[in-house]
């Protein structure tokens, strides 16, 4: 299990948004990415395990390939 945490400067951080599966965490972050240019994902023990920065993935960095 996972928890999404999108933030923007305008509109702030909206709730977190529970996230089952690796494929749900990059479908979800392929979208958001898009609206909100701060979002990071953690598991279960609070790890960051995703997280973008200027709409941009920055970590992990096998996922920096997406940043097209």
């Known amino acids: 299990m ?3 945490y ?3 400067p305008v509109f702030g951080e909206a709730p977190p948004v ?3 599966t690796v494929e ?3 479908r979800y972050t392929q979208l958001q990415r ?3 240019p701060e979002i ?3 598991d279960e023990m609070d790890v ?3 997280e973008v920065k200027n709409h941009k993935y920055v970590f ?3 996922w920096q390939v997406l940043n097209k």
Do not use: G, Q
Request: net charge negative; glycine share 0%; with cysteine.
């Open 2 to 4: 996972f928890k999404a």
């Open 6 to 8: 999108c933030k923007h």
């Open 18 to 20: 529970a996230l089952e």
């Open 24 to 26: 749900e965490v990059l």
């Open 34 to 36: 898009h609206f909100s």
């Open 40 to 42: 990071t994902v953690v």
């Open 48 to 50: 960051t395990v995703v």
């Open 60 to 62: 992990p960095e096998e």
